[in-house]
């Protein structure tokens, strides 16, 4: 039996999008909803369960993906992204050893292969985490990954924590991560929030890995047309993409 389940974040209220009641992720993206791609994916996939995370206007997520075998997660509080993804592991059985974490706003960027060749690698090497980079011509405003000489992820340093050195990397970090379900449950609730936002993040756990000297792994994707959508302008540009593809 397939051992791998998904949890796919869409809680976010997305506040650039200026959206009054609806979820960035149930608006159209190549003739459907945007989410529809990450779920038609991971069932393409076989990933069981697919848990959605809902919280900013739930009901036009869930009207969204009426007729598609999801299980939701509710996010009553949007307190970051690594608190939405403890409610969704909440819906994941005990028994899945590994579980991938993707973004409901980028998911019509992957393919079958980036997915497979991510879990791969993640099976392959034993990892605590497994995460996508992806080398981007302008990486500007995205979180950026630092590594030592040796090649070894030291951190994740969102662009607007990045100092002018570390602003000149290409390599991004797009939150597409398979993680070993026993780190993960072990290590979620240890993040602490950020004293700005008050929030918890996801990428805490990969400086929670280094710390306590967890395995992690990577898959660099070179010139890979991905677009998370933030702002309008993002989604037309994320439109042209899917066009393309």
Known sequence: MNKEAAIILAAGKGSRMNMSGENKVALPLGGKPMIRHGVELLMRLSFDPIVVVVGFGKESVVSALAGEKVVFADQVEQLGTAHAAQCGLEKVPEDRKDILIIQGDDSASYTDKTITDLLKKHIETGAAITLLTLMLDKPAGLGRVVRDEDGRIKAIVEDKDASSEQRMIHEINPACYFFSAQFLRRYIQHVEESPVS?????????????????????????????????TPDELREAEELLRRK
């Open 198 to 230: 008050k929030e918890r993040y996801l990428t805490s756990l990969v400086g929670l890995a280094i710390k306590n000297h967890e395995k992690i792994a990577t898959v660099t994707v070179e010139n890979m047309p991905w677009r998370g959508v933030n």
